[in-house]
């Protein structure tokens, strides 16, 4: 029987959500063995003078504990 856990983490991106939520799987692999999904929780963007300067997405990780 696998165990599998969750965690939450925040990434950011000048370019898209897409490239956010990219960055931050690339990121989390570096730390974490086994992830099997990333689950986009949600998005917002970061407005400066009117303008979107960066998007940025809340994953939850899964990946299996052994």
Same mark, same amino acid.
């Given at each position: 029987? $696998?165990? %599998?856990?969750?965690?939450?983490i925040? /990434?950011s /991106?000048?370019?898209?959500?897409?490239? %956010?939520?990219?960055?931050g799987v690339?990121? $989390? /692999? *570096?730390?974490?063995?086994?992830? *099997? /999904? $990333?689950?986009v929780?949600?998005?917002?963007?970061?407005?400066e003078?009117?303008?979107?300067? $960066?998007?940025?997405v809340?994953?939850?990780?899964?990946?299996?504990?052994?």
């Amino acid at each position: 029987m $696998a165990v %599998a856990r969750v965690t939450e983490i925040i /990434s950011s /991106s000048k370019k898209s959500f897409d490239h %956010a939520t990219r960055k931050g799987v690339r990121r $989390a /692999s *570096k730390t974490l063995r086994n992830i *099997k /999904s $990333a689950w986009v929780k949600d998005q917002n963007v970061i407005v400066e003078k009117g303008e979107v300067v $960066a998007y940025r997405v809340v994953l939850k990780v899964t990946f299996i504990l052994g």
